[in-house]
């Protein structure tokens, strides 16, 4: 059954909210007095479109309804979750919440704020239980943590509920257990924008250098291993408690202002704008969020493979997907599309085409998946089972070049216990570009031979194989090398 999300604020934060719901299924309601909110709105959805999918290895829901509502009330009716990104203005943030709960007041009211505390949120309102913080971080479509914030009046049952639809499309609710101004993410992030003023005021640092030393250094292990982890490292084999002892003392002295705020003054402001248009005023806007999702997407799947930090979330929402995806007795009855991928600068050859190994590539990517979608995973091949490719046969229909984003789709021609035959479609715009026929063979590690699955996982394969039974035989199938068309 789809379910449907009302956004009230379609800026950045909101736009990204609904392109999240809107790829993973959920019909959106959009209310922004705004003019131009469609228009902004679109441009976040194409980034959204371009960049998510890449993240994923099971098929994407299809896209859900988006409607533009000329009214709170229309935004909300029949809404399973509301999400308020209004400006951050306490007495706005009132008036909006007043007019949402006139008209739906026992849905769940996710705030973005930055700042206010659920508790401020809640002063005044219809039903004070049902509001609560769900702050998350730009790009919403791409980053998964939202801080949920509830205040002793929130109701316990509802914000459980809550981060379950936060989880359902794709995120990671983090419970923040005492409300606190700003949360927790954002005072980290204010403590460090307000040190990297100071910095660029006593002309220390500008700008791009001050970036620098993020983005070449301590950048790249947070966004893996976070604060404590990182400095449990640095501590060498004795972790954590050296670390404080040979470091600790240095929180005494004065290398930080974090109590002192710069004068926010025109000098100031032109100071640090000018340094920024200089560093990166040769981009649009809309190619630095082009260039930040495609770079966030190669590091969060660089993680996914890991199985750590934010890949583990995206590891998790895939499991999810492919439990549903199994679920309903029609699920399988089309080839399913599995793969996501994008032609990048190496997957070139001097013809400035993509080089016969990533069809090969692309084509495993897509058996992958499938394996992953009927349970002979990682975890399978860890325990001592798993198919390998006997045999492939390679069509080359199409021409793909770089930065073409192309999708994989399987169809199960025949399986029995051992042997899984499927015909693989490399497609671009909806045009195949390549196809591959595979006979994979089901095989004990430890043996050396082939073996029958697990019953669990052929109760998976044999559903998929006899709802395909029904589809048309590929043209192409049992073709040989030099075989005349037609």
């Known amino acids: 059954m789809t379910r449907k999300a009302a956004i009230i604020g379609g800026g950045v934060i909101g736009g990204g909210w609904a392109a999240r719901f809107l790829l993973n299924g959920w019909d959106v309601a959009i209310f922004d007095p705004d003019p131009e909110a469609p228009r902004k709105i679109d441009e976040v959805l194409a980034n959204a479109k371009a960049s998510l999918p890449a993240l994923s290895d099971v098929p994407m829901p299809p896209i859900g309804r988006l409607v533009f ?34 008209n739906a007041p026992d849905a769940p009211l996710g705030s973005s704020t930055s700042g206010f505390k659920p508790s401020q949120l809640q002063e005044g309102a219809v039903n004070p239980a049902t509001i609560f913080v769900a702050h998350p971080f730009n790009p919403v479509y791409l980053l998964p943590l939202a801080e949920v ?3 002793p009046a929130s109701n316990p049952a509802l914000i459980e509920r809550a981060k379950d639809i936060l989880r359902d499309i794709g995120m990671f609710p983090l419970h923040v257990r005492k409300e606190i101004d700003a949360h927790i993410a954002d005072r980290f992030l204010e403590a460090v924008w307000r040190e990297a003023l100071w910095l660029v005021k006593d002309g220390i640092a500008t700008t791009e250098e001050i970036d620098e030393a993020i983005r070449m250094g301590f950048g790249l292990r947070w966004g893996q291993m976070g604060l404590f982890e990182t400095y449990r490292i640095a501590g060498g084999e004795a972790g954590m408690k050296h670390f ?6 240095c929180l005494t002295w004065p290398w930080t202002k974090l109590m002192d705020v710069p004068e926010f003054n025109d000098e100031l402001v032109d100071l640090i704008a000018g340094q920024s248009d200089a560093q990166s005023g040769h981009h649009s806007i809309r190619e630095l969020e082009r260039i930040r999702d495609s770079s966030l997407v190669g590091f969060m799947r660089a993680l996914k493979d890991r199985d750590w930090g934010a890949g583990r979330v995206l ?31 190496g997957w ?15 084509g495993s990517e897509t058996s992958d998946a499938f394996l992953r979608l009927i349970g002979a995973g990682m975890d399978y091949v860890a325990a001592g089972h798993s198919y390998y490719t006997a045999e492939t046969h390679i069509m080359h229909l199409g021409e793909a ?47 050396g031979r082939a073996c029958p699955a ?10 998929i194989r006899d709802s395909h039974a ?11 090398v030099g075989q005349r068309k037609g």
């Open 69 to 102: 509502a000329k009214t709170v009330k229309d935004a909300v009716q029949d809404a399973d979750y509301i999400q308020e990104s209004v400006s951050e203005q306490l007495a706005l943030k009132h008036r909006v919440y007043a007019d949402i709960q006139a």
């Open 348 to 362: 070139i050859d001097y013809n400035g085409h993509m080089t016969e190994s990533r069809y090969l590539f692309a």
């Open 244 to 249: 404080l002892e040979q470091f600790g003392p």
């Open 315 to 345: 590891n998790a929402h895939d499991a999810g997907r492919r439990k549903a995806a199994l679920s309903g007795t029609d699920a399988a009855a089309a080839p399913l599309t599995l793969a996501h991928l994008q032609v990048l600068p």
């Open 149 to 151: 914030v509830p205040s």
């Open 470 to 480: 029904a589809l048309p035989r590929p043209p192409a199938t049992g073709r040989h």
């Open 454 to 463: 697990a019953p669990e996982v052929l109760a998976h394969l044999f559903k």
């Open 401 to 447: 070049k770089l930065g073409d984003r192309l999708t994989g789709s399987l169809q199960v021609l025949s399986a029995d216990e051992k042997r899984l035959h499927v015909f693989i479609r490399i497609e671009k715009d909806g045009a195949p570009v390549a196809t591959l026929e595979q006979m994979l063979l089901h095989v004990d590690m430890n043996a």
